[in-house]
């Protein structure tokens, strides 16, 4: 079975490069020049400069070309994923579609599963999500990541396909859990970066990180979630690694917004975006999010961290 990514970010372009270690890969980029450096230099030098490609991995801006593989893989921004796979519906049937994409759209409070489905009716869509950053499994370092899949037998299939050396892949059906555990970390980074670009100290980030954990399941269990999925690798293993390194762009922004500096616009923070969704989503559904709400807050700069800190420790008290 052939393999295709599409997106050449710094994620698809590691998942390309650990899966093209035992077998061709095609890794499609969006911009023809871009897709001609990268096959010429053998590198992503834009975002993962220090990787070199393998010799199984190769680079193309011909979505078609990238198509004809049997297995795709979706590494492209979740608020762009129904575009991609809309537009492209024709070439996208009848293949093995796997997300990679962490986030809820926008628009329509959705996930990664769901979209695809809306998109293409009749397709069983896969999930790879967890604790990952590019650069450790571009330099082969060993990573576990979740495989979401709701029909068993493919899910297996799939394991075993893009299990690599570095990659060790458990897999569940539970594709919403998976989906809200992923995207709903992000909104905790963003506020563990800010208390501690605030200067408000280690303490308090794992207290937030305690409580946001809380309010994920919240979200998550109210929508049909699994309990055991939240405490795998899809939801909390991936929230110890966000909200606590400087790796993640969700974390840099909250530093950004603790420390009151810019952050750059071109970067993509999926976390952003996911919290205006879910807070939009809690209250219609009468949910507490009270740390998500804070986020939205301090991302349109209606609080202040002083404010916000304020707010939460003002709570009424409860059992935990």
């Known amino acids: 079975m ?27 980029a969006r911009d023809t020049d871009q897709a001609q450096h990268m096959q010429g230099t053998r590198k992503n030098s834009r975002r993962l400069p220090d990787a070199t490609f393998p010799d199984g991995l190769r680079v193309t801006a011909d979505l078609a070309d990238a198509s004809q593989a049997d297995t795709i893989l979706l590494a492209v ?33 959705l996930g990664p599963i769901t979209v695809i489905n809306e998109c293409l009716p009749g397709t069983t869509p896969a999930l790879l999500t967890g ?5 450790d499994i571009a330099r082969g370092l060993p990573t576990a ?30 594709t919403t859990g998976a989906e809200l555990g992923g995207a709903l970390k992000n909104v905790m980074a963003i506020a563990c970066g800010a208390v501690i670009g605030a200067g408000l100290g280690d303490s308090a980030r794992a207290a937030l990180m305690t409580r946001g954990y809380a309010e994920i399941q919240r979200m998550a269990l109210a929508s049909g979630a699994r309990a ?32 009151g500096d810019a952050f ?22 009468n949910l507490d999010m009270p ?15 002083a404010e916000a800190t304020a707010q939460l420790l003002a709570r009424p008290l409860k059992e935990e």
């Open 2 to 28: 052939t393999i295709a990514v599409l997106g050449s970010g710094a994620f698809g372009t590691a998942l390309a490069i650990s899966l093209a270690d035992q077998g061709p890969v095609t890794l499609w």
């Open 77 to 109: 921004p979740m608020q762009t994923l129904r575009q991609v796979v809309s537009v492209n519906a024709d070439l996208l049937r009848n293949r093995s579609l796997v997300a990679c994409c962490k986030g809820i759209e926008l628009k329509t409070g």
């Open 131 to 135: 604790p990952s950053f590019a650069a």
């Open 145 to 174: 990541l979740t495989l979401a899949c709701a029909d068993p037998a493919m899910g297996k299939t799939l394991q075993q396909q893009l299990t690599t050396a570095n990659l060790r892949l458990y897999r569940t059906t539970d």
């Open 228 to 259: 055991e999925t939240l405490a795998g690798l899809s939801c909390f293993g991936d929230l110890t690694l966000t909200c606590s390194s400087d790796l993640s762009r969700n974390y840099r922004l909250g530093l950004s917004i603790g420390r």
């Open 264 to 285: 750059d616009p071109s970067i993509t923070v999926e976390g952003a975006a996911t919290a205006r969704a879910v807070h939009v989503e809690a209250a219609a559904r």
């Open 291 to 305: 740390i998500t709400a804070i986020v939205v807050a301090l991302l349109d700069q209606r609080l202040t961290i």
